[in-house]
């Protein structure tokens, strides 16, 4: 099978992509952890495709706006944004994350009774 994927580029949020430019807004399709250049770190792949490894600061709006268990963060609309971050003393540059207001939580199915009757 042929693929293009060499071709693409990379899938990830860069803070270039951000500079001088609005908020990206884009739906968490699943988070996962992994491990890369800079330790263990929760990457974040949003419906479009694109990724994102998110910084302690990211993780922290995150949790504060939706919930610990980042499980949950799947199906929600978020921002990610140019910002600033305080590292080592210093502020940083950094791409950012958080929810988008009036965001509401994807619907959960309701679950059926295996013993509920059909009606005819």
Do not use: C
């Not at 939706?66 to 929600?76: C, K, L, P, Q, V």
């Amino acid at each position: 099978m042929a693929n293009a994927r060499k071709y693409a580029g990379s899938p990830y949020v860069k803070l270039d992509h951000l500079r001088g430019k609005p908020p990206l807004r884009e739906r968490i399709a699943f988070v996962a952890e992994e491990t890369g250049n800079f330790g263990e770190r929760l990457v974040v792949t949003f419906e479009s495709g694109k990724r994102l490894s998110l910084n302690a600061t990211s993780v922290g709006n995150l949790m504060s706006d939706i919930d610990a268990d980042y499980d949950n963060w799947t199906g929600h609309d978020v921002e990610i944004y140019a910002g600033e971050v305080g590292f080592q003393g210093t502020k940083k540059d950094a791409v950012l994350v958080r929810m988008i207001d009036g965001d509401t939580p994807p619907s959960t199915p309701p679950t059926a009774d295996p013993d509920d009757k059909i009606p005819f």
